[in-house]
């Protein structure tokens, strides 16, 4: 009898691997089977069509179309596009100092970063720039952005508007340093503010001076500043939430249809602080990182949470190498507060599903203490104070 059983079980093990074999089996030949198709359809075209093909531009622009179908953030990247996101993960790099936005005909100065290039040469937020050398930015047909490049030392020469006015000045470039912490300050005897701008190198130890330094001006509760904070690296959300959590707590989880990619990520240090009242500011602009801290301070009752929903980039990307310098920036898994709390929004084809689906009747989770919480994605302030629209000169 017990011969029996265990025949019964070796059968039964094969027929699963057997039905797992053909479902990957199944898988590869319909791969196979549609590249196939492509190939054929992109070499007809590229004899037969009235005009001169590009074959790399319609390739281009069928993997945008694939990829469109997916989430916001799973990317191809050329290799511009790769050797770009070295450099910025990296944070060395040679640049002027400043947060632009780019326009058709003009360049328009953000954010100066004290110190840097930009603010050495004069710039201040507000400025346009409308030529950098001898190039007119509205007669430049390539992205803008490339003029600003160079070598460390070398001279770069701006023309720019400041109110109607024109300039010119001359900065040279320099190795840059963003500053996770760009200020702090007690606003009132008691109070103490930290803005955390982004979550790079030195995000943690940047925080961990300014609270020290707050402590001893006499703060007795801290308010730490994440609005427009767009996140940056895990492991300094892990190491920010660690200054006001106990070691060993749980901070965020990841879950995939792969398993090798569920993982959870706990404290490791011992705390600075876990008593001090803590208020964190987050809007519509906070994302990954500070959604996690966000998140996990309110999850264990540990901050107040003020300000409007965050964006809801609950989405965990890794680049994988294709051929010829090339890469997929790939979504693998999803974020989760310690609650259990899904952090990423919903997509454009994700809304219709949404629509008629009342606040009410979403998922509601608990903190550590039981105060109740909807899952609205992204992070829902205990205090929701509300967006509040940019006036038409900021935009």
């Not at 009235?50 to 179309?65: H, K, N, Q, R, Y």
């Not at 490339?146 to 470039?173: C, N, S, V």
């Not at 300000?307 to 790939?330: A, C, E, I, N, Y």
Request: net charge negative.
């Amino acid at each position: 009898m017990k011969g029996s059983r265990n025949k019964f079980w070796l059968v039964a093990l094969g027929l699963i691997l057997c039905i797992g074999t053909l479902g990957f089996r199944h898988d590869l030949m319909e791969i196979s089977k549609q590249l196939e198709i492509f190939t054929d359809l992109i070499k007809e075209l590229h004899m037969n069509y009235v005009d001169p093909t590009d074959p790399e531009a319609l390739m281009d622009s069928a993997i945008e179309g694939m990829l469109s179908n997916l989430d916001p953030y799973t990317e191809y990247w050329k290799e511009d596009d790769v050797e770009n996101n070295q450099v910025t993960s990296t944070g060395t790099y040679t640049g002027i100092g400043a947060t632009l936005d780019f326009m058709d005909d003009r360049i328009l100065v953000v954010e100066v970063y004290k110190d840097n290039p930009a603010d050495v040469a004069g710039l201040k937020a507000g400025d346009e720039i409308i030529a950098i050398g001898d190039q007119v930015i509205g007669k430049y047909h390539q992205h803008p952005g490339d003029l600003l490049h160079g070598a460390p030392k070398t001279r770069l020469g701006l023309t720019y508007l400041r109110q109607g006015e024109q300039f010119q000045t001359t900065l040279i470039r320099s190795a840059v340093e963003i500053k996770a912490v760009p200020f702090f300050t007690m606003i009132d005897p008691e109070k103490g503010y930290i803005i955390l701008s982004h979550f790079n190198g030195q995000s943690t130890k940047e925080t961990i001076d300014a609270l020290d330094e707050l402590k001893q001006q006499g703060a007795s509760s801290i308010i730490l500043d994440l609005r427009n904070n767009p996140g940056g690296l895990l492991s300094e959300a892990i190491n920010v939430a660690n200054i006001f959590l106990p070691e060993g707590e749980l901070v965020v989880s990841t879950k995939s249809a792969i398993k090798k990619y569920n993982q959870s990520y706990y404290t490791t240090r011992k705390p600075v602080d876990t008593e001090i009242p803590l208020v964190v500011l987050i809007n519509e602009r906070s994302a990954s990182a500070s959604e996690i801290v966000a998140g996990a301070l309110q999850d264990l009752d540990r901050a107040v949470i003020v300000g409007s929903r965050s964006f809801g980039k609950g989405l965990v990307q890794r680049p994988r190498d294709l051929s010829h310098g090339r890469q997929l920036k790939v979504t693998i898994s999803r974020y989760y507060t310690p609650s259990g709390r899904g952090i990423a929004g919903t997509y454009p084809e994700e809304e219709s599903e949404m629509e008629g689906v009342q606040d009410t009747d979403r998922e509601i989770y608990n903190t550590r203490s039981g105060r109740e919480i909807q899952n609205l994605g992204g992070i829902q302030p205990d205090i929701d104070v509300g967006s509040h629209a940019l006036s038409g000169i900021t935009k």
